[in-house]
Structures are given as structure tokens and as C-alpha cells.
């Protein structure tokens, strides 16, 4: 279970400091968690009042996101090409008594469409899969997410269902929070 939850986030990935900057834009049980046969999926939705622009750069500002992110010790960009960028990640998601750290490197691709690939290259999953799409919706910007992760350890699915649906609201949140000062900023 270690590093499922920020690879998910390639952002997801995804995380170091101020989680607890105002409201949650989701909440756990606007989580959608499913385990079957040793692997995790999860999706959400969430709707940011920010452009699709200031949205795509908080996405994909991966060597700031230490800043904002809950969890994330380190994030690098490794490579860029075009639209296709490599990057690393450390953190240590804390879960009640829990503790896991992870690490992660994914490839993560912006299609032109809309939509963010990322897969896992190495790090704490057997395997990691997702897909973010943003766009324009209702003067700010929809984002629907889904992931597919099998995690390195076992770990009992009950926590690991309500632990992935806690991480991935954090996580959203956070970056949901940063989206929104980034517009304020830009509108000042």
C-alpha cells in the first residue's frame, strides 16, 4: 500500500505543508474506491471556480508542489519532452496510527484534448495507471479523475479503500485550494 496514494496523483499522484488552508473542496465520501483481485480504482470529480489554464499549471507545476501539496517531501522534474514529463516524487502518507512512506516516478502525458496520463515507471506500486481530465465547465473548471493501482505490500482492503479515499480528498483539495489562489492572485 505504500505510495499508492501520491502516485495517484502524479501529482498525483501526489505534498509537504499547508493541507489545512480553508474547507476541503471534497470530502472522503466524495471518493469513489473500489478493490478487486489486488487492485485499487478510484474517480472523482470536483469543480475548481479557476481557468482551465490556472488549473493545467498547478497540474503539472511538479517542482513547486512541495508547497501545497499534503505529504510530498520531494518532487522533481526529471525530463520534459513536448508534452511528456518524468517525474519523481517522495512523501509519507499518515493514515491514524498509520504511517507509509512512498516514492514514485511516472511518466506523465498532456494530450491535447484535455486529459493527464501518468503511469508508474519505478517507485512503491507493482503498478499504477491514471487519468485526469480537466475542462471548462460552468465559469470554472471540471476535473474527473480516475486511477488503477496495485500497491507493493498487502495491506487489509478496508483500510486501504478508506485510507486511498482520505489521501486522494487531501490531496484534491489541496489542490484545489492552490488553484484557487493562484486565480486570486491573477485577478488582483
Not at 495517484?8 to 474506491?33: N, Q, R, S, Y
Request: with cysteine; aromatic share 8%; glycine share 6%.
Amino acid at each position: 500500500m505504500r505510495g499508492i496514494l501520491l502516485p495517484l496523483l502524479w501529482i498525483l499522484c501526489l505534498v509537504g505543508a499547508a493541507a489545512a488552508d480553508g474547507p476541503p473542496a471534497l470530502a472522503d465520501e466524495d471518493v469513489t474506491v473500489d478493490y478487486r483481485a489486488g487492485t485499487y480504482f478510484a474517480s472523482l470529480s470536483l469543480r475548481v471556480a479557476v481557468t482551465p489554464a490556472v488549473a493545467l499549471e498547478v497540474l503539472t507545476d511538479f517542482e513547486h508542489m512541495t508547497a501545497f501539496m499534503p505529504n510530498l517531501t520531494s518532487s522533481r522534474l526529471v525530463s520534459r519532452s513536448a508534452n511528456v514529463y518524468r517525474v519523481m516524487q517522495h512523501g509519507k502518507a499518515d493514515f491514524g496510527p498509520f504511517s507509509f512512506p512512498f516514492e514514485s516516478e511516472r511518466r506523465i502525458e498532456l494530450m491535447p484534448d484535455g486529459r493527464i496520463l501518468a503511469q508508474a515507471l519505478s517507485g512503491s506500486t507493482k503498478s499504477m495507471r491514471s487519468e485526469l481530465h480537466y475542462q471548462a465547465a460552468g465559469g470554472g473548471t471540471r476535473i474527473d479523475y480516475k486511477l488503477e493501482v496495485e500497491p507493493e505490500r498487502w495491506l487489509p482492503s478496508v483500510l486501504g479503500v478508506n485510507l486511498m479515499r482520505h489521501e486522494l480528498a487531501e490531496q484534491f483539495s489541496a489542490l484545489a485550494r492552490e488553484m484557487l489562489r493562484r486565480q486570486a492572485s491573477r485577478q488582483k
